[in-house]
C-alpha cells in the first residue's frame, strides 16, 4: 500500500499563495507520475495538474495555467503545487494521487488513470 500525505493548505486571500506538498511513502517514487485534483463543495472532481516520473513533463488545466506549478522532487519523496494568483474560484479540496502508468499528457487528466490518493487538504481563498 502506497501512502500519499498532502499538507499546506489553508485560507488566503485573492492574489495570495499556497505552497502544497504531497509525500509519499515508498523507494520508488522516481517512477511515479503524480496529479493535482480539487473538489469544490457540491462539484465534482477536477483535474489541476500532472507531472511525470521524472518531473520534466507537465501538463495543467486551463484555468490555473500560467498561475500553477507542479513539481516532484524524488530525493525526498515529495510533489508539489505552487499556486499563486490565487482566485476565490480556486476554493476547494486539493488532492494528490499517483499512478506507476506511463505518462501521457492526454490521459493525465483523467482520475481514473491513478492508483493512489491522498486524504486531501483545504485551500479556502477569500475576495
Known amino acids: 500500500q502506497v501512502h500519499l500525505v498532502e499538507s499546506g493548505g489553508g485560507l488566503v486571500q485573492a492574489g495570495g499563495s499556497l505552497r502544497l506538498s504531497c509525500a509519499a511513502s515508498?523507494?520508488?517514487?522516481?517512477?511515479?507520475?503524480m496529479g493535482w485534483f480539487r473538489q469544490a463543495p457540491g462539484k465534482e472532481r477536477d483535474f489541476v495538474a500532472a507531472?511525470?516520473?521524472?518531473?520534466?513533463?507537465?501538463r495543467y488545466a486551463d484555468s490555473v495555467k500560467g498561475r500553477f506549478t507542479i513539481s516532484k522532487d524524488n530525493a525526498k519523496n515529495t510533489a508539489y503545487l505552487q499556486m499563486n494568483s490565487l482566485k476565490p474560484e480556486d476554493t476547494a479540496v486539493y488532492y494528490c494521487?499517483?499512478?506507476?502508468?506511463?505518462?501521457?499528457?492526454?490521459?493525465?487528466?483523467?482520475?481514473?488513470?491513478?492508483?493512489?490518493w491522498g486524504q486531501g487538504t483545504q485551500v479556502a481563498v477569500s475576495s
Open positions: 494521487a499517483g499512478t506507476q502508468t506511463r505518462f501521457l499528457s492526454d490521459s493525465s487528466r483523467y482520475s481514473g488513470l491513478y492508483n493512489y
Open positions: 515508498g523507494r520508488t517514487f522516481s517512477s511515479y507520475s
Open positions: 507531472v511525470s516520473g521524472s518531473g520534466r513533463s507537465t
